[in-house]
Nanobody
Framework: QMQLMESGGGTVQPGDSVTLSCVGS????????MGWFRQAPGKERQFVAG????????YYADPVVGRFTISRDNTKNTVFLQMNNLKFEDTADYYC??????????????WGQGTLVTVSS
């Protein structure tokens, strides 16, 4: 089964921008819809953004609309999450996910291990 590896997390200040990356381990990556989820301390994991296998469609959770952008490069088996104008409430572990369903299901087929983004002044 394909494996996913996220990178790009860290500590940033409010208003900063960060780009997360997630690389798939094999070329089946291009068959999957990809998504980003996040889990804040003490809260349930929530959907953030999704992109279709061919990048033809994207969709976002309301709290990130206009600030976050999901994209993918199937030649590099990579999906990105560009996060702009970060807010304190964006602090969370961010998880990459791959799913053969579209839109992504609540329980995607493959999960990454997560990368922490902390927004702090």
């Amino acid at each position: 089964q394909m494996q996913l590896m996220e990178s790009g997390g860290g500590t940033v200040q409010p208003g900063d921008s960060v780009t997360l990356s997630c690389v798939g381990s094999d070329n089946t990556f291009s068959n999957y819809a990809m998504g980003w989820f996040r889990q804040a301390p003490g809260k349930e994991r929530q959907f953030v953004a999704g992109i279709r296998y061919n990048a033809a469609n994207t969709y976002y959770a309301d709290p990130v609309v206009g600030r976050f952008t999901i994209s993918r490069d199937n030649t590099k088996n990579t999906v990105f999450l560009q996060m702009n104008n970060l807010k304190f409430e964006d602090t969370a572990d961010y998880y990459c996910a791959a799913d053969l369903s579209w839109p992504l299901s609540r329980y995607p087929d493959v999960w990454g291990q997560g990368t922490l983004v902390t927004v702090s002044s």
